[in-house]
């Protein structure tokens, strides 16, 4: 008799940037919708800032121009310590497939130094799901960039002003 064993491989990404702002600035640009939806992709997210709540990443009018879903990410909200941790639930909606894969883990981390300056970490647990690795690994390059371009942008924003759009 032959048995066959299938073990699951533990996927997590890790992103790290330093950005020249307080762990507060850093902490809106994530949160406040007026802030996330300006870097990126130009998505605004919407956070229910408590454990159980919602998180509701809405696709841009040239997205849905395009056809893409709004919502075009959910997920819930696991725990938070303002402005300094984050963990919720991902899931991206953006087809059929990448809804199957279901719900992944991110965790935002802000980390200040007196000098004003802050190491964002974010790891993505994509765990089981090889379509959002890809994605926001930045691998699948007709997706964008990924995490790195999102938090490329962040920092550009926050230090300057202005996203890599204007």
Same mark, same amino acid.
């Given at each position: 008799?032959?048995?066959?064993?299938t073990?699951?491989?533990?996927?997590?990404?890790?992103?790290?940037?330093?950005?020249?702002?307080?762990? =507060?600035?850093v902490?809106?640009a994530?949160?406040?919708?007026? +802030?996330?939806?300006?870097?990126?992709? =130009?998505c605004?997210?919407?956070?229910?800032?408590?454990?159980?709540?919602?998180?509701?990443?809405?696709?841009?009018?040239?997205?849905?121009?395009?056809?893409?879903?709004?919502?075009?990410?959910?997920?819930?909200?696991?725990?938070?310590?303002?402005?300094?941790?984050?963990?919720?639930?991902?899931?991206?909606?953006?087809?059929?497939?990448?809804?199957?894969?279901?719900?992944?883990?991110?965790?935002?981390?802000?980390?200040?130094?007196?000098?004003?300056?802050?190491?964002?970490t974010?790891?993505?647990?994509v765990?089981?799901?090889p379509?959002i690795?890809?994605?926001?690994?930045?691998?699948?390059t007709?997706?964008?960039?990924? +995490?790195?371009?999102?938090?490329?942008?962040?920092?550009?924003?926050?230090?300057?002003?202005?996203?890599?759009q204007?």
């Amino acid at each position: 008799m032959t048995e066959s064993t299938t073990v699951a491989t533990r996927t997590v990404q890790v992103h790290r940037v330093y950005i020249k702002a307080t762990a =507060q600035q850093v902490w809106d640009a994530i949160t406040d919708p007026t +802030w996330n939806g300006r870097y990126g992709y =130009q998505c605004p997210g919407d956070y229910d800032l408590r454990p159980g709540g919602a998180y509701v990443g809405h696709s841009n009018a040239a997205m849905q121009a395009m056809g893409a879903p709004d919502p075009l990410i959910d997920g819930e909200i696991i725990s938070v310590d303002a402005p300094h941790r984050l963990v919720q639930t991902w899931r991206a909606l953006f087809d059929d497939s990448t809804k199957a894969e279901g719900f992944t883990q991110l965790t935002w981390e802000i980390d200040e130094n007196p000098a004003g300056l802050c190491r964002l970490t974010v790891t993505h647990d994509v765990t089981n799901a090889p379509l959002i690795a890809a994605q926001t690994s930045g691998e699948m390059t007709e997706a964008g960039g990924g +995490w790195a371009f999102i938090l490329s942008d962040m920092k550009t924003m926050l230090e300057t002003g202005k996203s890599f759009q204007g």
